[in-house]
Structure formats: structure tokens, C-alpha cells
């Protein structure tokens, strides 16, 4: 009866091994691959979306990271989704976890994401989050960036409000064809690979 | 060989034989009666169970091998009716540009830049869903540019200049 369950057993680990995400083992050398998938796991586990770690190590990986580098930011990245939950809830999609994530690494306050969030209601918080953090890369002050951007959330407006406000201080106005800013010199000289 | 019709068996002690054991056997009720008294009381065959146990097990592990053992499905590309269209320039004097990102797995071979009539522009049109990407340009395969135009991402990880973009 025991040796009955032995071969499901086996499959069932060996299926656990075949799933790790091809594109990882495809690009990645192969103990980085297993550790991001590692995580990636751990993500899926606590019901995290696990696409932004894949894509992060794929960054690494074509960007020519060591796997230490490329394990360590996609760690990083993990618990900065984990702690956008934690501000927005588990009812916040991917992409507004995504945004926040970054929000919160560039030090805007889960405070802050929270009061958007609640006076947004069911409105998506991509672009208003993007926007803020943008502000704040920008050298905004965080309590300034958020500030504004809860001033439009406030009054109820659109995103192409808020795309404004990022586009008044210099960013790039809008995502359509014939809608960027003329092209300006690079700020940075281009990195050889 | 072919088998020998008993109409052309001769032998008449082979002919007995042959008819007894065509014979049906009647068994005595009594005894037909205490043998499937005894089968019931056995209950259900040993080797049963164990063939149930192995079949469904086996399943199980065959179901649970192909949920987890399946490659993770590939990113579907977006639809016209959930993407916004994306025009990235760059101004660049180079031979070939590509732009990778989150948006096509970072692959530097996905999405190659076509070069404007000016010679020096360079200018790809992407489709994507509503969201916040990360990119950078590839200048003639081995040279990294973040985009003029766009912002500058935070979370830049691995030393080359990483723009961002937002799509509303």
C-alpha cells in the first residue's frame, strides 16, 4: 500500500522542478535562476504579483548583473511589494502594487498611498502613484510631490491631469504618438554594455 | 494440428471421458449457498483496493505533474481594444537601435528602432496596457542610453540608465 504512493510522490517533485519559469532558466545562469525562482515562489505564496521579479531579473540578466546583484534587487523588489500591500490591501491589482512598490522606494510615505488610494476609491492608482514618484525622483520634496498630487485626487481629476502636473515641471507629457516632448539631448552619455 | 472431431474419435473409453466432462455439474443448493456466504463475508478481493489506491494516485500525481510541470504562459500580447500606442524616439548616430524593457522580457532582439529619414532618429510604436514600464535603449548592440524624453527610473539596480514610463 505504501510503495502505492511512492511514484505519485516522485512526479509530483519532479513537476515542482519543471516549473520554474522558462524564461528564468533560459537567461539566467542556473543557481540564479533557482534562487529568483526561489523568491518568485514565495511571492506567488503570499499572493504577490510575481511578474515585476521575473522582469526585474530579466533586467538584470540582459543588463549584464552579477547573480548576487540580480537575486539581491529582486529581493529588494519583493518586499517593497510586500509593504505596498500592506498600504493598499489586498484587494490592489498588479500594477497598482507595482507602482506603489516603486512609490515607496523612492521614499514616499505608505501614509501618503494610503490617503490617495482612499480618495481615488475604485479608480486606478497607476498613473497618480507614478506620477508622484516621478515627482520625488525629480528632487521634489516628498510631502510637496504628495501634496499636489492629493490636491488633484482630491478634487476628483483625471489622469490626464496628473500627467500634466509631471509634464509642468519638466517630464514627459503624454504616452501617445505625437504626444512626447521634442527630443532633447541625452542627460546621461550612454553606458557601454 | 487441427483438433480431432469427436465423431471421429474411436475410442469408446476416450468418448466417456470426453462426455462426463461436458456434463454440466450441478452443485448442491446447500453448498452453493455456504460458498457465496463465505465470499461475502470476505469482503471485497485484497488486490482491489490496492489497484484503486495506484490508479488514483497516479492520477492525482499525473494532474498535479501537469499543472506544475506547464511552463508558465507566455505573456499574451495586448489586444487593440486594452493597449495605448507608444511612439519612443531616440536621436542617435548608431547602425541599429533596439529598445528593450518590462514590456518585451528585456530580449535586445524583440523590438528593434527604425531609423527616420533624418538619418538620426530612431522611433519604434509600441502597444501597451495601462501601466508602469521600465526601459532602455541598445545602441549598436553594446551601448546602453536611457531615454532624453523619459523619466528616470528610481529603482535603476544594475548600473545602465533606466527610463520609466507611464501609461494611463
Do not use: C
Amino acid at each position: 500500500m505504501q510503495a502505492g504512493w511512492v511514484v505519485p510522490f516522485l512526479l509530483v517533485l519532479a513537476g515542482r522542478a519543471a516549473a520554474q519559469d522558462h524564461r528564468l532558466a533560459e537567461r539566467l545562469d542556473p543557481p540564479t535562476a533557482a534562487a529568483v525562482q526561489r523568491v518568485v515562489d514565495s511571492a506567488a505564496h503570499e499572493g504577490l504579483p510575481t511578474e515585476p521579479l521575473i522582469q526585474k531579473a530579466l533586467e538584470g540578466g540582459t543588463l549584464g548583473a552579477s547573480g548576487d546583484r540580480i537575486v539581491y534587487a529582486v529581493g529588494a523588489l519583493h518586499g517593497q511589494l510586500g509593504r505596498a500591500r500592506q498600504a493598499l490591501g489586498a484587494r490592489a491589482g498588479e500594477a497598482d502594487l507595482t507602482a506603489a512598490a516603486g512609490a515607496l522606494r523612492a521614499g514616499v510615505s505608505p501614509a501618503s498611498l494610503q490617503r490617495l488610494q482612499s480618495l481615488r476609491g475604485d479608480r486606478p492608482l497607476v498613473v497618480p502613484i507614478a506620477v508622484l514618484t516621478d515627482l520625488v525622483a525629480d528632487g521634489v520634496s516628498p510631502d510637496e510631490a504628495t501634496r499636489s498630487v492629493l490636491d488633484l485626487a482630491r478634487e476628483g481629476r483625471p489622469d490626464e491631469e496628473f500627467m500634466a502636473l509631471r509634464a509642468g515641471r519638466g517630464g514627459p507629457a503624454a504616452t501617445e504618438p505625437g504626444g512626447r516632448p521634442p527630443l532633447r539631448p541625452a542627460a546621461d552619455p550612454p553606458v557601454d554594455r | 494440428m487441427p483438433a480431432e472431431p469427436d465423431d471421429e474419435i474411436r475410442d469408446p473409453a476416450l468418448r466417456r471421458a470426453i462426455a462426463e466432462l461436458r456434463r454440466p455439474v450441478s452443485l448442491d443448493a446447500d453448498v452453493e449457498r455456504r460458498a457465496l456466504a463465505r465470499i461475502r463475508a470476505a469482503g471485497s478481493p485484497v488486490r482491489r483496493p490496492v489497484r484503486l489506491v495506484w490508479l488514483g494516485g497516479t492520477l492525482a500525481a499525473g494532474i498535479a505533474f501537469l499543472l506544475l510541470a506547464r511552463s508558465p504562459e507566455p505573456t499574451p500580447p495586448p489586444t487593440a481594444s486594452t493597449t495605448r500606442p507608444v511612439l519612443l524616439r531616440l536621436a542617435a548616430p548608431a547602425s541599429r537601435v533596439a529598445v528593450v524593457g518590462d514590456f518585451n522580457d528585456w530580449d535586445p532582439a524583440a523590438t528593434p528602432l527604425r531609423r527616420t529619414d533624418d538619418g538620426v532618429t530612431w522611433t519604434v510604436e509600441l502597444h501597451l496596457k495601462p501601466g508602469r514600464y521600465h526601459y532602455t535603449f541598445l545602441i549598436d548592440g553594446r551601448r546602453w542610453s536611457g531615454d532624453p524624453a523619459g523619466a528616470r527610473a528610481v529603482e535603476s539596480d544594475f548600473g545602465a540608465p533606466v527610463s520609466v514610463l507611464t501609461v494611463s
